[in-house]
C-alpha cells in the first residue's frame, strides 16, 4: 500500500513547510504581477542581481541566482533579444562574458520592485512592526544555518 501524503492542521505543520508555503504563494503572486508586465518570470531574479552588480560574470549570475548554467544562458539571450541585458566578453579575460543591464532593463526593474514592495506590504501587513522584525532575524539564522552546513 502505497503511502498516503501527510496532511497536518495548520498549527502543527512542520516549519519548513509553512516557509515552503508562504514562498509559494509570493512566487506565484509575483509571477502574475510579472506577467501583466508582460515579462517572463525567470528574468526577475537576474534583473534584481544586475541590478545591484551590473557586469558580472554569466557564472556570477549562475551562483547568486542559484540557477543551472543553461538555465542562464537561455534566459540571457531571450532578456538581450528584448533588449534588457548586454553581454559583452570581458577584455581581461576572452573566456568571460561579463552581463550588463541596460537602460530599458533598469525601468523594467524599478517596475518589478514597485510591485515587489506592494505585495511585501500586504503580506506584512498582519504583522506588527515588531513581529516583522523578529520574522527577518529568525528566517535570516534559519538561512545562514543552512548556507553554513552546505557548505560543511
Known amino acids: 500500500m502505497a503511502d498516503k501524503p501527510h496532511h497536518y492542521p495548520m498549527d502543527q505543520a512542520p516549519i ?3 516557509i515552503n508555503d508562504a514562498s509559494k504563494f509570493f512566487h506565484d503572486r509575483m509571477r502574475r504581477e510579472a506577467e501583466k508586465l508582460g515579462i517572463r518570470d525567470g528574468y526577475r531574479q537576474m534583473l534584481f542581481y544586475l541590478a545591484r552588480n551590473d557586469g558580472v560574470t554569466q557564472l556570477d549570475l549562475v551562483r547568486s541566482c542559484r540557477l ?8 540571457l539571450k531571450k532578456m538581450e533579444d528584448e533588449g534588457y541585458v548586454l553581454r559583452e566578453t570581458d577584455p581581461g579575460d576572452l573566456r568571460q562574458v561579463r552581463v550588463f543591464i541596460t537602460e530599458k532593463g533598469k525601468q523594467l526593474n524599478r517596475q518589478i520592485h ?4 506592494a505585495l511585501e ?8 512592526p515588531e513581529e516583522q522584525r523578529e520574522l527577518r532575524r529568525l ?8 548556507e553554513q552546513s552546505e557548505r560543511g
Do not use: D, I, W
Open 68 to 75: 543551472k548554467p543553461p538555465t542562464v544562458s537561455v534566459t
Open 139 to 146: 528566517l535570516l539564522k534559519m538561512r545562514a544555518h543552512y
Open 121 to 128: 506590504q500586504l503580506f506584512c501587513e498582519s504583522l506588527a
Open 16 to 18: 519548513g513547510m509553512l
Open 114 to 117: 514597485e510591485r515587489v514592495e
